[in-house]
């Protein structure tokens, strides 16, 4: 029987090593930066177009390469990093295998320009597809330029696997802001397509690279994390609970200044601050760990974006801890600004000379205005007092001319009674109702609310405690999925422009249609920006930017989904924004509203989220708590 093993060609093997390396542009411009940061370049400049397929160029000032240098860095396993078997224990180099270069230009068109410190001439090396086809001297500034020009051009089969250029950006972009805020001592300018998506100043401040990386929103919104335990020195920074995130795309982790993934450091950091934030939200962190070489194997993934630590447990408590206690001393209350002395009820405010002529209401103020206004009618010769003569209204299920009958007690509770208006509904437009449910809702009554987010209502046979928020946030999620149209909108008296990460602002750009079909107006500003010019109607205009977070997070975590469910998601979004909060006082109308519609419909079990509208409390129940 013939030989049936063999050695590959050379050329072969550089694909099938380029396969593991460079999966896409991001992955060319990961290993520039790295190869850079080893040369001590104090600045670097990253240029791309067309998401990085066709041109894309990485220029720093290190210490550059001598001509022979130049030639070897592109044979495979060539480095400068490594000699010995136990050197792979003491790793403190971002690059070390010398698979880069050679993978790189297995796969694309190749020209890099290069100049050692202190020479009179530079060299230029040309390559296409791996081999070799310009090497001459050249005249540049010291260091490295490095341009990679039509990736996959010789692997078509390569090409169906890469995104849209848009996509493909975003990656880009993701990776050169890993690289800056891990190396905040060298200086890093990105540009797209000629135009500059961000610049770092260079100073070694962790804290100014976020700033200038990732936005003035979530630089303000962080809060410092610093710890050592077991050898391990942490430093970094975490947003505070009230900023968290509906995906873990702003979580970013620093091992021996190299960007990693780690669902460890991940988890522990969630852990940290697990009892200060909701279920489903995540927080967005900068945390840098630093630990001896030896007590981190960066040699476990091909692209070496995972590590594997010689002690889990010692990783794992120092983040936690370090998170934990921030999150203790930073307690994050909100600043109270007082307005000072009020003006007349509903007068226009006095703005020493200034525009008097609008005023936005508070809800606050609404309340009061309606209360006012109630208060008017009851005392007027025409009105009708309540019976306990405290001129308090209680809300009608009827029209206006058949005013439900109040509670025998003529206090704060009314009698159910059916009704095809729901304006009473917070937020919302008056809309059919399925058929009631066997006269439940006629043989109950509100009696109170308890901790300012549980109805009860009184029935026959017990009691029901139905959660408001959870009630509200159903009935608009239905009221939203049966309109076949788009939500109404409410325009922005000011656009807002909202910034994203990279990788959330690709998601929304590429969903525009998607938010538009549920009364968002926003579209690309740059910059992993959107502008926001309209609203869905029942959400507050300060929401804007905190609800397309989530609809990100939402995006990203749902790849492969239908349409349907994306759009079913998102309006579970816009519906837990604009449900009426926990834990703030309704008025009475609301409740009796609310309690009306869970007792009428069927299909109010739930909430969207999962979680059970509505609990009961049988009246034996209590009978035998109290041994009757």
Do not use: W
Not at 294 to 309: G, I, Q, R, S, Y
Not at 546 to 564: F, N
Not at 573 to 594: H, T
């Amino acid at each position: 029987m013939p030989d049936i093993i063999k050695e590959l060609p050379e050329h072969v093997a550089n694909l099938i090593a380029a396969g593991e390396v460079v999966q896409r542009p991001a992955s060319v411009v990961k290993e520039l930066l790295e190869n850079s940061s080893d040369a001590g370049a104090k600045k670097i400049t990253v240029e791309f177009s067309d998401g990085g397929m066709t041109f894309l160029r990485v220029s720093d000032d290190g210490c550059g390469m001598s001509p022979n240098d130049a030639r070897t860095a592109f044979l495979r396993h060539a480095t400068s990093k490594i000699a010995l078997e136990e050197d792979l224990d003491r790793i403190v180099t971002m690059g070390f295998r010398g698979e880069a270069l050679a993978s790189i230009a297995a796969v694309s068109r190749i020209d890099l320009i290069t100049r050692e410190r202190g020479s009179i001439e530079g060299t230029a090396v040309s390559i296409e597809g791996g081999t070799v086809t310009g090497f001459s001297p050249a005249g540049c500034p010291e260091g490295t330029t490095v341009v990679v020009r039509d990736l996959f051009f010789n692997t078509p089969a390569r090409m169906k696997y890469v995104k849209k250029d848009a996509t493909e950006a975003a990656a880009i972009v993701a990776a050169v802001q890993e690289q800056a805020v891990a190396h905040t001592d060298t200086a890093y300018r990105l540009l797209r397509d000629g135009r500059e998506v961000f610049a770092t100043s260079g100073g070694g401040d962790l804290k100014a690279a976020i700033y200038d990386v990732f936005g003035r929103d979530f630089a303000s919104s962080l809060t410092e994390v610093k710890g050592d335990f077991s050898g391990i020195i942490l430093t970094g920074y975490i947003t505070r609970p009230t900023a968290s995130r509906g995906s873990r795309s702003a979580q970013h982790f620093i091992v021996n200044r190299r960007p990693v993934r780690s669902r460890l450091l991940s988890a522990a950091a969630e852990e940290g601050c697990k009892t200060r934030i909701p279920a489903g939200r995540f927080p967005g962190c900068v945390i840098c760990l630093e630990m001896k070489p030896t007590a981190v194997d960066v040699n476990v993934h091909p692209a070496k974006l995972e590590v594997k630590f010689s002690s889990e447990r010692d990783a794992f408590d120092a983040v936690y801890f370090a998170v934990m206690s921030a999150m203790s001393l930073d307690e994050g209350r909100p600043e109270l600004l007082f307005r000072g002395s009020r003006k007349p009820e509903y007068a226009p405010r006095d703005n020493k000379g200034g525009n008097t002529a609008f005023h936005a209401m508070t809800i606050d103020e609404y309340r009061a205005m309606l209360d006012k206004i109630d208060r008017d009618k009851t005392r007027s010769p025409g009105g009708a007092r309540d019976r306990d003569g405290s001129g308090a209204n209680m809300l009608s299920l009827r029209p206006p001319a058949a005013r439900a009958p109040q509670g025998a007690d003529g206090g704060g509770a009314a009698l159910f009674h059916p009704d095809t208006s729901a304006d009473a509904v917070p937020g919302q437009a008056a809309q059919q109702a399925p058929p009631a449910r066997g006269g439940l809702a006629e043989q109950a009554k509100v009696i109170g609310e308890a901790l300012k987010t549980y109805i009860i209502v009184e029935q026959e046979d017990g009691l029901l405690l139905i959660d408001k928020h959870a009630a509200h946030e159903r009935i608009l999620f239905e009221r939203l999925k049966a309109d076949k149209t788009a939500p109404m909108s409410q325009m922005l008296l000011s656009p807002e422009v909202a910034r994203f990460s990279p990788k959330e602002a690709q998601a929304l750009i590429s969903s525009l249609d998607l938010l538009r079909a549920a009364g968002f107006d926003a579209e690309d500003f740059g910059g992993d920006s959107l502008i926001v010019r309209a609203i869905p109607a029942c959400l507050d205009s300060g929401d804007a930017q905190a609800v397309l977070q989530e609809i990100a997070g939402d995006l990203l975590g749902g790849k492969g989904e239908l349409a349907a469910q994306k759009h079913e998601k998102l309006l579970y979004r816009v519906a837990c924004r604009a449900a009426v909060k926990a834990g703030r006082s309704s008025d009475i109308r609301e409740l009796n509203a609310l309690a009306y519609e869970v007792l009428s419909r069927d299909d109010i079990r739930y909430c969207p989220h999962g979680r059970p509208v509505a609990i009961s409390i049988s009246k034996s129940s209590l009978d035998r708590q109290f041994g009757r």
